[in-house]
Nanobody, 124 residues
Framework: QVQLVESGGGSVQAGGSLRLSCVAS?????MGWFRQAPGKEREGIAA???????RYAVSMQGRFTISQDNAKNTMYLQMNTLQPEDTAMYYC?????????????????????WGQGTQVTVSS
């Protein structure tokens, strides 16, 4: 099974930026970023399908940008104008068994491989 390793999390002031990276042990057609705050369900942020189509959560579009370097099996998440409500554990996910439909790209249930997560803390 593909192994995923996230990095780039940390503590920033409100308004700051961070860039997360996710290195996969092998190519995965569908990959996405998710986050989970304490006491809340895991939510999708952004994801890419095999055709390169991208889907963003409406609340994060415009501040977060997902990108992928297939040559390096690496996915990125550029996060700008961070706010305290963005504080969460951020996870990288991949689906290697089937093609995730575009409308389901932000559903955690569609993914079969997860990284350990990287913590992002935003202070006011």
């Amino acid at each position: 099974q593909v192994q995923l390793v996230e990095s780039g999390g940390g503590s920033v002031q409100a308004g700051g930026s961070l860039r997360l990276s996710c290195v996969a042990s092998e190519y995965s057609a569908c990959m996405g970023w998710f986050r989970q705050a304490p006491g809340k369900e895991r939510e999708g942020i952004a994801a890419i399908d095999p055709d390169g189509s991208i889907r963003y959560a409406v609340s994060m579009q415009g501040r977060f940008t997902i990108s992928q370097d297939n040559a390096k099996n690496t996915m990125y998440l550029q996060m700008n104008t961070l706010q305290p409500e963005d504080t969460a554990m951020y996870y990288c996910a991949a689906e290697t068994g089937h093609r995730v439909q575009l409308l389901r790209l932000l559903s955690p249930d569609e993914y079969n491989a997860w990284g350990q997560g990287t913590q992002v803390t935003v202070s006011s």
